[in-house]
């Protein structure tokens, strides 16, 4: 089993930046990918953006040139630079993990709030 913890969300005035952070208690070393997701009241939930292990980035649309996901190995851990938030980003986001032997495992989720 492998855990992830999410941090860094909160409430934020539109136009500004927040930066989550998913840590994993197990290595990298291993993984097909990682990422996050994100569900609205009332909408399902959609990929944001995600890396592979080669290293290349995939990212929605909507959050193309504002979002940056990266990867900090030696810490486990994988981030989402967000910047010039929209209320529409609002949402709860959550982080995933998916490694070749062992599987996919989730987060428990961050709220990003962003107000008008």
């Known amino acids: 089993q492998v855990q992830l913890v999410e941090s860094g969300g909160g409430l934020v005035q539109a136009g500004g930046s927040l930066r989550l952070s998913c840590e994993a208690s197990?290595?990298?070393?291993?993984?097909?990918?990682m990422g996050w997701y994100r569900q609205a009241p009332g909408k399902q939930r959609e990929l944001v953006a995600d890396i592979k292990s080669d290293g290349s980035a995939n990212y929605a649309d909507s959050v193309k040139s504002r979002f940056t996901i990266s990867r900090e190995n030696a810490k486990n851990t994988v981030h989402l630079q967000m910047n010039s938030l929209k209320p529409d980003d609002t949402a709860i986001y959550y982080c995933y993990v998916q490694y070749y032997t062992c599987g996919s495992f989730w987060g428990q989720g961050t709220q990003v709030t962003v107000s008008s």
């Open positions: 197990r290595s990298l070393f291993s993984i097909n990918g």
